[in-house]
T-cell receptor, first 111, second 113 residues
């Protein structure tokens, strides 16, 4: 089955800097890659997703890149703000099947 | 609010007791998923429904766990004879068949003493 690895497990940046979180997956058939943000005591909230037919997607300060050949995808957050502090999860799935999550990255943005 | 809702938000129980959780998906979503999340880990898939049919179950779903979605709307997850290792956050998500995006509820945090 699918295995997703996520790095780093913790990331601390200064406000205004960029943050990058990377994930690798094992199943070359996976074609859907969402990113979720989870704040303490809450469920994961979708922030951006990408499908295998595109290599990059951007939404304001957030972007995701996908390299299907290398089987890795990354989340980029620019101009970070203290409210970006949370745990971020990547996931991979074959559309129509169950989703596998990475172990999470705890992002801290220092004011 | 038209998001996914879960009830209760917190549950404390003694080992050996049975517990039941409820999930109400987004109204037009015909797919419903259950996940379990332990501290410091990502959500782990347990099972999912398309309408009222349970289409897939993880090996994590032991015979003490049962899930239902009798009318294709809300779902319940029951854990019988709870064990301390069942302590976790139980998350529900829903999606449409056409668009895979899963939207999560706030979760039910279970503590088994």
């Amino acid at each position: 089955g699918e295995n997703v690895e996520q790095h780093p497990s913790t990331l601390s940046v200064q406000e205004g800097d960029s943050a990058v979180i990377k994930c690798t997956y094992s199943d070359s058939a996976s074609n859907y890659f969402p990113w979720y943000k989870q704040e303490l005591g809450k469920g994961p909230q979708l922030i951006i997703d990408i499908r295998s037919n595109v290599g990059e997607k951007k939404d304001q300060r957030i972007a995701v890149t996908l390299n299907k050949t290398a089987k890795h995808f990354s989340l980029h957050i620019t101009e970070t703000q203290p409210e970006d502090s949370a745990v971020y999860f990547c996931a991979a799935s074959i559309i129509g099947n169950d989703m596998r999550f990475g172990a999470g990255t705890r992002l801290t943005v220092k004011p | 609010d038209t998001g996914v809702s879960q009830d209760p938000r917190h549950k404390i129980t003694k080992r050996g007791q049975n517990v039941t959780f409820r999930c109400d998906p987004i109204s037009e979503h015909n797919r419903l998923y259950w996940y379990r999340q332990t501290l410091g880990q990502g959500p782990e898939f347990l099972t999912y429904f398309q309408n009222e049919a349970q289409l897939e179950k993880s090996r994590l779903l032991s015979d003490r766990f049962s899930a239902e979605r009798p009318k294709g709307s809300f779902s319940t997850l029951e854990i019988q004879r709870t064990e301390q290792g069942d302590s976790a956050m139980y998350l529900c998500a829903s999606s449409t068949r056409r668009v895979e995006t899963q939207y999560f509820g706030p979760g039910t945090r279970l503590l088994v003493l």
